[in-house]
Each structure stands twice: as structure tokens, then as C-alpha cells.
């Protein structure tokens, strides 16, 4: 039994009705339209007749040709996940951890900072905002997911003011439970209590220790710095494709000059290494 041909206009159509409901159909829309109708058409055209920029139909065409035969496998993730994921060389590792904690993409990245050794204080390559405040404690403690228990709040203490002064005393007690994968949404939380309760993450929680604001963060080793760079222009290599180099000439000339001077600047620094 032989598979029937879609028309372009029916992928067009399809791609139209999955705008406001999924990516993935649109990626694979796009995807089946670049191998059978382009005909030197680009992902701008497909997009124009659907709404979507060039890059926006790259972009899910991309997801689609790289996770559609594994998306399924992680029931708990989005498609930004996956997006996330795209370019990275331990992208299976980074989405099962994810799925199976359900981590957010923020959290997934962070993991994958740290399984590669950086420090979640600075921010990251892509300027994302660092994880875990500097102020507060190593980010090494809230790498190993944890259970605990969830108590009824009835459970704690009657009496005027007793609630309150044991549920603190729960909280401040559990600072060190924290994981990488609860963190974000931990610090959201306490975000909304009034100002003046006690805040057991916040800066004067802890006390003040000589010397601890004025210490300097210690500069990245050189593995660090060449493994970040290293990830940085892998990352550049698989962006940098076919059809964004078509697309340069037409691209600002301001544009232009500061990329080109940025690669001539790293071919001169780079000399050295050889």
C-alpha cells in the first residue's frame, strides 16, 4: 500500500492551522516542503505564505529533522526543550535528565553548565542570567535532586503566631534541600511573601562573615575558558548554515563588517595555538 502524495497547497494549509497549536507540525510541514517543492525556494517563502519569518520556519524545520524520531521518548518536555537542545553535542543526555525530573529549560541548561564544570554564579554563553545568586550558598549543594515530604500546614504548631514562627523555622531548615532543578522556582515563591517576613535566602540570613562581600571570585581556569570557547564556536559552525551565508549579502552593512572583523580577530588570536 503506497503512501499518498500530499499537494504543497495541503502542507501549506496544515502548516497555517498548527500556527497557534504546534511546532512540530509546522517543522514537519516545512521539513517535507523543502524536499519535495522548494525548488531554490528558501524557508522565507514557505514562511511568507504561513505568517512565520524565514527564521521562524528554519528554526522548526530544524527541531523537526533532528528530535522526530525521539520527541515521543520525552513525554514531559516541550518543543522549547528541544529547541534548546538543537546544537548541543549531549543534547540526549541533557533531555533525559530533563524529562525525567520535569525540569524547566532554564534548569535544563543549568544542569548541563554544570555537568561541564562552569560556574552557575556568572552568566552564561548565550546570556542567560546566572542560576545561583553569588551571595548565596555554592551552587555545588543544589546539584543532587532530593525528595522531601510535603506537610499539611495544620500540622504545625496552634497558638498566636506559632504557624508562622515554625513554618520559618522549616524553611530555614531546609535551605540546604534545594536543587538544581527546584531553585527557579523555589526563589520565585518566596519572591511573593510580604517584605517584611523572614527570607531565609536572602543576604543578611545568614549573618555577616568578615571578608565575605569583598572576596573576589576566582577567574576561570584555562580549561574552562577554552572548553566555553571551544563549545561556543562548535556552536557557531552548525548555526552558520547554507542558507544563512546565502542570505549575507543582504544583511546590514554595519552587520557585515562587525561579523567579518569579529572572525578576522579570532583567526589572529588563534594563531598562536598552532
Known sequence: MTEQQVTEEELVEKAQ?????????????????????????????????????????????RVWETFADVHDDYPKLKWSHFYAALNWDDAADCLQW???IGATVAEMKAWRRAQ???DLTIQGEEGEPAPFDSDMESPVEYLAPQTGMVR????????????????????????????AAGHPR????SASASEEAYAPFS??????????????????SAEQVIKRLASAIE???TTLTPAIIERFPNLPPELQQRFLKAVDDLMERSEGLR
Open 17 to 61: 492551522n498548527a500556527l497557534n497549536q504546534c511546532n512540530w507540525v509546522i517543522g514537519e510541514c516545512a521539513a517535507q516542503w523543502t524536499q519535495r517543492y522548494a525548488q531554490g525556494r528558501t524557508d522565507a517563502d514557505f514562511g511568507a505564505r504561513i505568517g512565520l519569518s524565514g527564521d521562524q520556519v528554519y528554526q522548526r524545520r
Open 235 to 237: 556552536r557557531c559552525n
Open 152 to 179: 499539611d500546614p495544620e500540622s504545625f504548631g496552634g497558638g498566636e503566631g506559632g504557624d508562622a514562627g515554625e513554618l520559618v523555622g522549616a524553611a530555614a531548615g531546609s535551605s540546604n534541600e534545594l536543587t
Open 116 to 118: 561541564h564544570g562552569e
Open 203 to 220: 543576604k543578611g540570613a545568614r549573618g555577616s562573615a568578615e571578608g565575605s562581600d569583598s572576596e573576589a571570585k576566582a577567574a576561570p
Open 98 to 100: 530533563a524529562n525525567e
Open 186 to 189: 523555589q526563589i520565585a515563591e
